[in-house]
T-cell receptor, first 115, second 113 residues
């Protein structure tokens, strides 16, 4: 049973336009969410995170939106650049007292930004 | 060196070999993690160490044996592996176990023949 799902395996966007990557989760105990970017032959690189006490967090071209009632988060990249082409993973954890640092990852979405 | 480093980057081994993967973090963190990424699957957490103590073993077979001698170093000892264990093995660290962002190393691409 997959607790974090990224239902779109791939996304193609024109340079300069907005990229929207989506992620759904099922566990209502999750209260901390992260997005990672991964290039081939490299480890995942942390991009941006959001706590469940917020519904939006922004860092430069990257914005993460959290809809707790829908158990849905999304990553917006605007404007998209060719260097953003990578695999994007969302991850979630429950930061409560019993948490051992377990991050649950989605399957990833491959973003291609065309020049 | 900065961040999280892993050696070797690539490893090919037979099913009867014994090998070890090494991870080192230069971030002053107290928690370290091993993940496995198989083709077409999400990253799977294997082990968590917090202040050198193992706090999570995600039902990993005993042919994988972790070791954490201090908060900066983490090893994964491998013996009698199976071809289905071929995957990318990623190490990560965070400030404290259970809290905050995890930072990943580049991974070791393991092939078991």
């Amino acid at each position: 049973d997959q607790q974090v799902k990224q239902n779109s395996p791939s996304l193609s966007v024109q340079e300069g336009r907005i990229s929207i990557l989506n992620c759904d989760y099922t566990n209502s105990m999750f209260d901390y969410f992260l997005w990672y970017k991964k290039y081939p032959a490299e480890g995942p690189t942390f991009l941006i995170s959001i706590s469940s006490i917020k519904d939006k967090n922004e860092d430069g071209r990257f914005t993460v939106f959290l809809n707790k009632s829908a158990k849905h988060l999304s990553l917006h990249i605007v404007p998209s650049q060719p260097g953003d082409s990578a695999v994007y993973f969302c991850a979630a954890s429950a930061q409560g007292s019993s948490n051992t640092g377990k991050l649950i990852f989605g399957q990833g979405t491959t973003l291609q930004v065309k020049p | 060196e900065t961040g999280v480093t892993q050696t070797p980057r690539h490893l090919v081994m037979g099913m009867t070999n014994k090998k070890s993967l090494k991870c080192e973090q230069h971030l002053g963190h107290n928690a370290m993690y091993w993940y496995k990424q198989s083709a077409k699957k999400p990253l799977e957490l294997m082990f968590v160490y917090n202040f050198k103590e193992q706090t999570e073993n995600n039902s990993v077979p005993s042919r994988f044996s972790p070791e954490c001698p201090n908060s900066s170093h983490l090893f994964l000892h491998l013996h009698t592996l199976q071809p289905e264990d071929s995957a990318l093995y990623l190490c990560a660290s965070s400030q404290d176990g259970g809290m905050g962002t995890q930072y990943f190393g580049p991974g070791t691409r393991l092939t078991v023949l």
